[in-house]
């Protein structure tokens, strides 16, 4: 396992991290255990959970995720050797489930927070993130912003100032945004430097061969401002498995299962991932372990998030850290993404 250090802090993360939004719905309390075990052997030490998991969320199984979690550390006891993210939700009238009407502000992060370390059955929290932003940003399969009729969004200093009460009791050390945009992450580096509270050191944005927006402005954003990647859906849902190409529709899949999440199907995506499954085949590849490896060479990247449903998943794809595309393949894969840009952000 590849080890990366992450600027400003004292992190070294496995270039593999174990995503964990299956556990508690696709994934039974015992699987979650498995995967954490086998990760863990295999050096993976970044495990990313979040208070809403599991996807999709739901008021049944909300927080189940953290609290397999927090019983593999209770049974394993390997809590100090395990940089542990998770997030807070931001605001939505579909997690009202979680809190009445959640925002990012002091209440409710404050709630969650506590909630999420007794789940986790832990007093600390390695990379607290915030889930997405409290602005109307274009979320989740979204693409162009528009400006609010009226803008009630809690302020980011009133966020940060929270954030930093946190570390300074010693709940979190770090800080992490998911879901931002260019101007969203400068935002709070600015607001950290100008008041001295905690800067943000990680991004953790949906990253992909169908979905490379990162690299248009946030990829600026981390080389200029020492901040770091935590690619999530490496495999866009797991469309790019191969496993839906032909219009296959696999049973107990996530994209068979949730007509939801049918932004990852489409013409423009069919034929990017026909596209990128050529490539593949030529260069001797597995589709999910060369859209893997892509990413894990990307410069921006300490971690690729990855999820699995199975051991034999989660085996291909930790395995994709002894992949290493070629200057061709890396052409050839940049002239496919020219083609058909971004078709599932
Ligand atoms: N911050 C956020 O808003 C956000 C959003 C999404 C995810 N995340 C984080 O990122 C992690 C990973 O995201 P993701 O689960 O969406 O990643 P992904 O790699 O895009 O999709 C993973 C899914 O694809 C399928 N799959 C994975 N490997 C496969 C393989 N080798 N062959 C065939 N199918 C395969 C599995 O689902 P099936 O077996 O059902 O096909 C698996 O659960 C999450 O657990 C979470 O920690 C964060």
Redesign the pocket.
């Known amino acids: 396992m590849e080890y990366r250090e992450i600027s400003h802090t004292n992190l070294k993360v496995s270039l593999i991290g174990l995503?964990?939004?299956?556990w508690g719905e696709?994934n039974t309390e015992a699987e979650g255990h498995e995967q954490m075990d086998y990760a863990f052997e295999e050096g993976v030490n970044l495990f990313?959970?979040?208070e809403m998991?599991p996807?999709p969320p739901l008021a049944e199984t909300c927080h189940e995720t953290e609290r397999i979690i927090g019983t593999w550390f209770a049974d394993r006891g390997a809590r100090d050797k395990v940089i542990l993210a998770t997030?807070v939700v931001g605001p939505g009238s579909h997690m009202n489930h979680i809190r009445d009407r959640p925002r990012l502000d002091r209440d409710n992060i404050m709630e969650a927070v506590e909630g999420s370390l007794t789940r986790l059955k832990t007093d600390y929290i390695d990379l607290y993130?915030l889930?997405?932003p409290d602005r109307p940003v274009p979320l989740?399969g979204g693409r162009d912003y528009s400006p609010p009729r009226k803008d009630d969004s809690i302020p980011i200093e009133e966020t940060l100032k929270v954030l930093g009460e946190l570390v300074d009791q010693g709940k979190v050390r770090y800080i992490g945004l998911?879901?931002e945009t260019p101007w969203g992450a400068m935002k709070f580096l600015q607001i950290a430097d100008s008041l001295c509270l905690p800067r943000i050191v990680t991004i953790?944005n949906?990253y992909?061969l169908l979905n490379r927006t990162f690299d248009g402005g946030l990829s600026e954003v981390c080389h200029e401002e020492g901040v770091r990647s935590l690619p999530?859906?490496?495999?866009?849902?797991?469309k790019?498995?191969g496993?839906y190409r032909a219009g296959a529709m696999?049973k107990?899949?996530?994209?068979s299962?949730w007509e939801r999440f049918a932004r990852y199907n489409g013409p423009t995506s069919d034929a990017a991932t026909e596209a990128y499954a050529t490539i593949a085949e030529e260069s001797g590849l597995?589709l999910?372990q060369m859209s893997l490896a892509w990413i894990n060479q990307r410069h921006h990247v300490a971690s690729n998030?990855?999820?699995?449903?199975?051991m034999?998943?989660l085996r291909?794809?930790i395995a994709s850290v002894d992949v290493t595309l070629s200057g061709e393949v890396r052409k050839a894969i940049d002239t496919v993404h020219h083609r058909y840009p971004n078709p599932c952000p």
């Open positions: 995503g964990t939004m299956t696709q990313d959970a979040a998991y996807v997030k993130q889930h997405w989740f998911s879901n953790q949906s992909n999530y859906s490496p495999l866009a849902f797991g790019l498995s496993k696999p107990g899949a996530r994209l299962l597995s999910a998030l990855i999820g699995a449903t199975t034999d998943q291909e794809n």
